[in-house]
């Protein structure tokens, strides 16, 4: 009984949920129950600074879920000063969400201590060591966040503020890692 596309479904603690176009939805069975009606909720996660919250990439930017008293998932909030679709989101170790674009490259957010706005924004791009603009992924593997595009995977490299080529998952994965 959904419209339109689905672009995720997701188990968290024992709920199913799905990013669509109209909006996202808990899937209980044969029903489905609207609980945020931003549309586009490409991809769904837990924080990892907060097991209470869930943060999603959606065609207009983050959003925020919490937990209620009865363990149901409920929209909390849109994160204020960030418009622009977020395909793929990962939280690092030191807290800052990785977004990325599906044609601008990459984003480095900060937010507040009560994720209500961001507090600053990084733009990455080409000229800081990506492959290209289009098409990056983020992954979050063993640990750290890994970029992937059709020329094979990168890491962050925060001591020189680029990217640079993940050589040993590369090598590898052969063939493989230049497949998108």
Wanted: aromatic residues 14%; charged residues 20%.
């Amino acid at each position: 009984n959904s419209q339109g596309q689905i672009w995720d479904l997701s188990l968290i603690d024992g709920q199913l949920i799905s990013g669509t176009n109209e909006g996202t939805f808990v899937i209980n069975n044969t029903s489905l129950q609207k609980i945020s009606s931003v549309n586009g909720g490409w991809v769904i996660k837990k924080l990892t600074s907060n097991p209470n919250y869930l943060i999603q990439g959606t065609y207009l930017g983050l959003v925020l879920y919490q937990k209620d008293a009865a363990g149901k998932w409920k929209f909390s909030h849109a994160i204020e000063g960030f418009e622009e679709p977020a395909r793929y989101v990962e939280q690092d170790a030191k807290g800052q969400f990785w977004v990325t674009h599906a044609y601008k490259g990459v984003y480095r957010i900060n937010v507040s201590g009560d994720l209500k706005k961001v507090t600053s924004i990084k733009y990455y791009d080409a000229s800081k060591g990506l492959p290209g603009n289009n098409n990056v992924n983020i992954f979050f593997v063993e640990g750290r966040i890994v970029f992937s595009s059709d020329k094979g995977f990168y890491l962050y490299d925060d001591l020189n503020d680029t990217f640079k080529p993940y050589s040993e998952l590369n090598k590898l994965l052969g063939g493989f890692a230049f497949s998108n």
